[in-house]
C-alpha cells in the first residue's frame, strides 16, 4: 500500500511519522482492499490534527480523524477510530447472512411429559 504524508503549516517529528506509516500499513489485515492512503498532520494554533484517507478498491474511500494538543494522540485517535470503521464495513460484508439451520432446529425434540 502507497501511504503519503503531508504536513500543513506544521513540523512533525520523525517518530511520529514513521509510527504513523507503520501503522497505515498494518491497517490492511482488516481490509485486503486497500490501495493507498494520505496522511494529512495539520497545526491549527495549539491544537493539532491528523487526518487519513483511505482509498478502497471498489469502495468509497475511508476518512478518519484526530484532534489532540499533540500529534501522537491525536494519531493514536485516529487510528483507532479508522479500525472501527474498516471492522464494521468488513462486519457488514461476511455478517449478511441468517443463522445455520442446525441451530435454528432444536436438536433434542420434547416429549409430551415435559410439556406437563
Do not use: N
Not at 89 to 94: C, D, I, L, M, N
Request: aromatic letters at 2%.
Amino acid at each position: 500500500m502507497r501511504v503519503q504524508t503531508v504536513a500543513r503549516k506544521c513540523d512533525v517529528p520523525a517518530p511520529v511519522l514513521t509510527r504513523a506509516t507503520e501503522q497505515l500499513q498494518k491497517l490492511s489485515r482488516f481490509d485486503p482492499s486497500l490501495q493507498s492512503a494520505e496522511i494529512i498532520f495539520e497545526a491549527e494554533g495549539h491544537r493539532k490534527s491528523v487526518e487519513a484517507i483511505l482509498t478502497r478498491e471498489g469502495a468509497t474511500p475511508a476518512v478518519a480523524r484526530g484532534q489532540d494538543t499533540e500529534f501522537r494522540p491525536a494519531l493514536d485517535q485516529m487510528l483507532e477510530r479508522m479500525r472501527r470503521i474498516l471492522t464494521r464495513g468488513r462486519s457488514q460484508v461476511t455478517d449478511h447472512r441468517g443463522p445455520r439451520i442446525a441451530e435454528l432446529v432444536d436438536p433434542e425434540p420434547r416429549s409430551e411429559a415435559s410439556l406437563e
